[in-house]
């Protein structure tokens, strides 16, 4: 017995090094490609383009980024017209990936918790069918309904605008789908519990429901803020003007026909990757619990 004891501890020892070792493996590989950009970001041009990697910077410079806010202007807002004064384009695209981001984000998460809970918790004619239409949804790709949006967006006067890139996001079926498995875990006699209290069906779902349904909306919230931001082909198929672009596009377009300037766009990548990483890390602890709470729900 002792012997197969100490065998068992022996092999849990070796295991746990080997997992150790695999994790840190996996870390680096998902982590690199992040270092490598803001490396390069302060990279001098002739180490960018050095034909043997450079992986520290000999010399950190400010240079990309000066290149970067000085390369366009947009005027700091627009409004019925009237625009402000030039700040660099860099800036602009940044506020406008914010502004699209956080405003998916809001939109999202309203009309989700509320579909969510009535799919979940209220029984009517056609609710089978309609889950089933957002769960087919979830697996049709955005480029089959591409031409009716940019139709639909024409016809309401608002392509070529950040609301053309937020309004076909607010439909996103999977936070749908996520809220609704938020709300299946929650006892449906809270719900006949308000109702015999005499509380409407808002005050139900603002006083009772949302707050139990809160992590699921945290888990949504981050997601479409990750999926918006990261949404390339929408922002290129609906934005053209300098003004409207986000960071990513914008900096896309500053590619040279015959030439690429990889510093400059290094730096574009870096700024625009600093926000999402900064949303992360505050919302991380939404974000691990909506994929472990949302993994057992039926």
């Known amino acids: 017995m002792g012997k197969q004891k100490n065998l068992l501890e022996g092999s849990k020892s070796y295991y746990d090094y080997f997992s150790?070792?695999?994790?840190?493996?996996?870390?680096?590989?998902?982590?690199?490609p992040l270092y490598w950009i803001i490396a390069g970001a302060f990279k001098t041009g002739q180490e960018i383009n050095s034909a043997t990697p450079v992986w520290i910077p000999s010399e950190w410079v400010w240079s990309n980024f000066q290149r970067l806010m000085s390369k366009r202007t947009a005027p700091l807002f627009d409004f019925f017209g009237i625009e402000g004064p030039k700040i660099p384009a860099a800036i602009r695209w940044l506020g406008n990936t914010v502004f699209m981001a956080v405003g998916s984000m809001l939109l999202t998460c309203l009309t989700a918790s509320m579909a969510g809970y009535v799919l979940?918790?209220?029984?009517?004619?056609?609710?089978?069918?309609?889950?089933?239409?957002?769960?087919?949804?979830?697996?049709?790709?955005k480029q089959v309904i591409l031409i009716p949006l940019l139709r639909e967006m024409s016809a309401?006067?608002?392509?070529?605008?950040?609301?053309?890139?937020?309004?076909?996001?607010?439909?996103?079926?999977?936070?749908?789908?996520?809220?609704?498995?938020?709300?299946?875990?929650?006892p449906?006699?809270?719900?006949?519990?308000?109702?015999?209290?005499?509380?409407?069906?808002w005050r139900t779902f603002t006083d009772v429901m949302f707050p139990m349904i809160k992590p699921?909306?945290?888990?949504?919230?981050?997601?479409?803020?990750?999926?918006?931001?990261?949404?390339?082909?929408?922002?290129?198929?609906?934005?053209t003007k300098n003004k409207n672009l986000?960071?990513?596009?914008?900096?896309?377009?500053?590619?040279?026909?015959?030439?690429?300037?990889?510093?400059?766009?290094?730096?574009?990548?870096?700024?625009?990757?600093?926000?999402?990483?900064?949303?992360?890390?505050?919302?991380?602890?939404?974000?691990?619990?909506?994929?472990?709470?949302?993994?057992?729900?039926?």
């Open 120 to 141: 979940a918790k209220k029984r009517f004619v056609g609710r089978t069918i309609i889950f089933s239409l957002v769960v087919a949804a979830m697996a049709l790709p």
């Open 188 to 201: 449906t006699e809270m719900v006949e519990a308000c109702r015999i209290d005499g509380a409407s069906e």
């Open 20 to 32: 150790f070792f695999f994790i840190v493996v996996l870390g680096f590989l998902f982590i690199f």
């Open 246 to 298: 986000t960071i990513s596009l914008g900096i896309a377009t500053m590619q040279g026909e015959s030439s690429t300037d990889y510093g400059l766009l290094m730096a574009g990548a870096a700024l625009a990757s600093l926000p999402i990483i900064i949303v992360f890390l505050i919302f991380q602890k939404y974000f691990t619990k909506g994929i472990t709470m949302g993994a057992v729900k039926g």
């Open 156 to 186: 309401l006067n608002l392509y070529d605008t950040i609301w053309a890139v937020i309004f076909p996001i607010v439909g996103w079926p999977f936070g749908v789908f996520l809220i609704k498995q938020f709300a299946e875990g929650i």
């Open 216 to 239: 699921g909306v945290g888990a949504c919230a981050i997601f479409t803020f990750i999926n918006s931001w990261n949404d390339y082909f929408m922002q290129l198929i609906m934005l």
